[in-house]
């Protein structure tokens, strides 16, 4: 199904090399906004940091995809210390494919995080790799979000 995730985990930080590992997955495709923190957050979630550290231990390469402006993008990525895309465009394929030529490894070895249903883990599902589903860090605010969030759950639960 399309809305479907390969897995769905709490937390990124739920996520650990082990479990990369018996997915077959070698690389990352990161969303920021309620995946890495809160919406339009300069502040990354408390223990990313040591969560990247790890990925990084095991050679798990990771970049990040996000539908926000670079102006937005640029200085996270930055402070993370990760190659970015933005304007993903997610759903559709065209931020998915361009980070997986950055990434270089194979598409059954790349897999997306994050939160969204309809954005992330739909473009997933159309670009052909894994995904998996986090829960939000917090509700959305604005109406725009509540109304996806509101048509998101009879496919999460």
């Not at 650990?16 to 957050?41: F, Q, S, Y």
């Not at 095991?58 to 937005?72: D, G, H, L």
């Not at 980070?99 to 059954?108: R, T």
């Not at 790799?129 to 496919?155: G, M």
């Amino acid at each position: 199904m399309l809305f479907t995730p390969t897995r769905h985990y709490k937390s990124i930080l739920k996520i650990t090399p082990r479990i990369l590992k018996e997915m077959g997955v070698t690389a990352l495709i990161l969303d920021i906004d309620n995946t890495m923190t809160t919406h339009d957050n300069p502040t990354p979630l408390e223990g990313l940091f040591d969560w990247l550290d790890s990925m990084r231990q095991s050679n798990i390469k990771m970049m990040i995809v996000s539908n926000n402006y670079a102006e937005r993008v640029t200085p996270f990525a930055e402070l993370l210390g990760l190659d970015f895309i933005p304007r993903g465009a997610k759903p559709l394929p065209k931020g998915y494919k361009a980070a997986a030529q950055k990434l270089d490894v194979p598409k059954g070895e790349i897999c997306t995080i994050g939160d969204q249903l309809f954005t992330d883990i739909l473009g997933a599902k159309l670009f052909g790799i894994k995904s998996i589903l986090v829960d939000p860090i917090e509700p959305e605010k604005t109406l725009f979000f509540r109304i996806k969030r509101a048509l998101e759950k009879p496919f999460r639960d």
